[in-house]
Each structure stands twice: as C-alpha cells, then as structure tokens.
C-alpha cells in the first residue's frame, strides 16, 4: 500500500481532514470507525500544531485578502523553516494552483445550481455566469494584476491543475445536459474553457478590456443549433 503524500494536493487533505473530524465528533459512531492515532487526534483537535492543512488556511486567507503569498513570510508564520513548508504544500505554484480551485469550485457549483433550462443553452449560460463570477472577485484580479505571467501559468496550463479540473467540471455539464457533438465530450469541454480564458482574461492576452458577456454568447453559438 502506497503511503499518500499530504504535498501533493491540499484539496485531498482538506477533505481528509474534515472527514477525520466529522468522524470523531459524531455521537452516532463515537469516534469507533476509525483508528485513535496520533495523526486523527491532532485532526480532530480544536487547535491543531501547524501543517499543511494549516499552512493552506493561512495562505488561503491572505490570497483572498489581496496580499502576494510569499513561501518565506508563510514559513515564517508558521514557524517552520522552507524545506519543511515545501513538503507540505509543494511549490508556489502548487500552493497558488490549489488556493484557485478552492475558490473556484464553489463558484461554478454556484453557477450550475443557479441557473435554470436545459442542453445548450444552459451550458452557455452556466459558463457566462461563471466567467462574471470570477471576474468581480476583487482578489483574482489583483492576483492577474500583480502576477500575472505566474497567474497564466497557474489557471491556463498543464503546470498548473486548474485548467484541467475545469475541463473536467465542463465535460460533466455537457453530459448532464445531453450535448452530442462531433468531437469527444473531452475535447468540446477544452475548447468551451478556452473560449471563457480568451475573454476572462483578455487584458493580460491580448491587451483588451474582458468581456465575460460574450461567454455564453460564443459558447451559445457553438453549441445551440
């Protein structure tokens, strides 16, 4: 059995953790399925020592907070030197990538919950809303404005992960509402991200102004017939 490492992908951590102290508190199981270990007791404590879960709360709230997230000033904060830091979250990069999706997630579930009719159209309109949704958080937008060769890398290529659980969060959508197309669902949904990255960040690519409404208007034209 592989032993899982906590670096590679906060998100699995912050899930594990929950889980663990959902478990632990819940009258019903008394804690009995799953092993009092060390590890599920510190999970469980109201204060736990600092970690990787801690360290992606913090840099988290300072991400939101519009301030850039430097490894040093985090190990700082946390009090553990470099090295230590990087085995928990892995790169800067890796940290950013993960610090996106968390904000990025709840986001399009909100889309796709909120908006209403069926196939294509809803597609269209799912991802119009998303792309509005992102564009007013004042805390992505500084993070383009003040990073923004490291902000392209993070969100729109495979060094980063955002790209790809978008790609898959959109082919799910194509799905979910029957959309028939002549390429791979997989595929369609690469070119549907695509579209919404040309205008969500248009000013960084091309100089231009974004214009998240022509989301679901070019979205729209590719998939309503």
Known sequence: MQHIRI???CTAFVEYATLVRRLVECPETGGAEIGETQLVRLLAAADPRPD?????RIARRWFIAGRRIEMRELAAELDVNRATLFR???SRDALLAEIVWSLAKPTWETSVAGTAGHGGVRVAAVLGRFATLVDGADY????????????????MTRAGTVQG??????????K???IVSQLPSHDLAYVIVRIVES?????IITGEQP???KVEQAIGALLVH
Request: proline fraction near 2%; charged fraction near 30%; aromatic fraction near 12%.
């Open 7 to 9: 670096c590679c992908t």
């Open 52 to 56: 990787a879960l801690t360290a992606f």
């Open 88 to 90: 928990w979250v892995g």
């Open 140 to 155: 992505f937008r500084d993070f383009l404005r003040r990073e923004p060769e490291r902000a392209m890398r993070v969100v």
């Open 165 to 174: 659980r978008m790609v898959d969060a959109v082919e799910t959508l194509l």
């Open 176 to 178: 979910d509402e029957g």
């Open 199 to 203: 205008f969500l960040y248009a000013d």
């Open 211 to 213: 214009d998240t409404a």
